[in-house]
């Protein structure tokens, strides 16, 4: 056992507009649900339904049309309605089939009937991850097939890191759903390493979660693979890519032990891995961090994939107020959204609203120089200097960078603590255009 922290940088904090993630509650089923044809980072899934047709809960209603596509299922019965067309805050082209609820449900408070995966190739693990449409839950949603093939290509050693790491009050989500189905995400680990060839798995999780590491540990002792765990530091972003890898250099290199390239994998994801291969059922639904200062009563809910945002702030109570920003994600890395009638996806681990008070927009002043963008910034840049430069590129003066910086990874940190509310790391990562 390990413990890693920053060399620098990174922060504590805590949002009091996050939700408690101690408990969580399940949402009622949507009435309608929208069902988006793109919930991954390749092209839109092709329906295999059309309006009018019936609909059984867990059914293929979009195939997947290649590497990065997915197939898309239903999430609950019913008939579907008609095929929706919008364009999302991003300015996406989305299709979705709008569905209304009827009929019975098939897997819904039925005994589980839970299959064994031990005898399967990995080939044979990776159709049913592939058929019941299993994505990556969270960043753009990548196929696992894409993601398990793509890393092991050419390496020996390679090792399953599974992310537990909750400096991140959003991901409160992942926390609830690790604790409340910690079996399901160890077994999801164990099919996963099995399904990529993986030799090894090392649970990741934060300074503050040792008891649940133990757990989680003790729990894959049951499985033949070597396992191991890594405390990390509790500073946010330790849950990111890059400094996951740092954590775990650092490990090697005191260990001995080659971990080869790592795949590293978020609970939600493992959780869905165990419902396919398992139970032999897509992902119908996941866990969702609702809150935000807008919002009466924030808390986890466990969601049906397909229903609309406006639903699931009603059932937190409703805004308190009128809300100033709306979007998916934690209020630092989040995409906006415009419309409540937008759906949770496959990748939506939070959901927030913010009152005019705390968003940063229309708050905007001038650098005051006093130097906390820098002392927080894990990568060790400069996000006044970085800022200020592409302020002045976009303002047409020669003198100063067009380019983002590539080393910025977009972890937040620079524009949380700044007190004048520069939009840093939107700027910095090549996010936003400041045009102040
Ligand atoms: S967003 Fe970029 S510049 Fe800001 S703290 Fe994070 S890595 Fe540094
Ligand atoms: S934190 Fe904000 S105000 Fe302070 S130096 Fe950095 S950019 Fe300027």
Known sequence: MNIYSFPRGGLSFDDPTAPPRDSSTTAFLPALSVIPLVQHAGVPAKPTVAAGDLVREGMLVGRSQGPLSANVHATVPGRVIRELSWKNAEGRICNALLIRMGGGFELLGKKETAYSWTDLSPHELMHLATEFGIVEMEGAGRPIAAVLNYEKAGKRDQTLVVRCVFDDPWLASDYALCRERLKEVVEGSAIAARTGRLNRIVFAVSHREKDLGRKLLSEAASYKLPSSLVITGSRYPQHNQREMELALRAYEKREGILLGS?????????????????????????????????????????????????????????????????????????????????????????????LDSQAVEGRVRNCIGCGECRVVCPVGLDPEELFKRLRRSQGGDKAGSPYASAECHGCGCCELVCPSRLPLSQTIAGRHSYAG
């Open 262 to 354: 790592v795949i590293i994998l978020g609970p939600a994801t493992l959780a869905a891995i165990y419902d396919a291969v398992k139970l032999r059922r897509p992902v119908l639904d996941r866990y969702v961090a609702v809150g935000g200062s807008a919002v009466k009563n924030p808390q986890v809910m466990k969601v049906r994939i397909g229903t609309r945002i406006g639903d699931v702030f009603a059932e937190c109570g409703g805004f308190v107020d009128k809300p100033k920003r709306m979007a998916t994600g934690s209020p630092f890395l989040g995409q906006a959204v415009t419309d409540l009638d937008e759906p949770v996806i496959k990748t939506t681990y939070a959901v927030f609203a913010i």
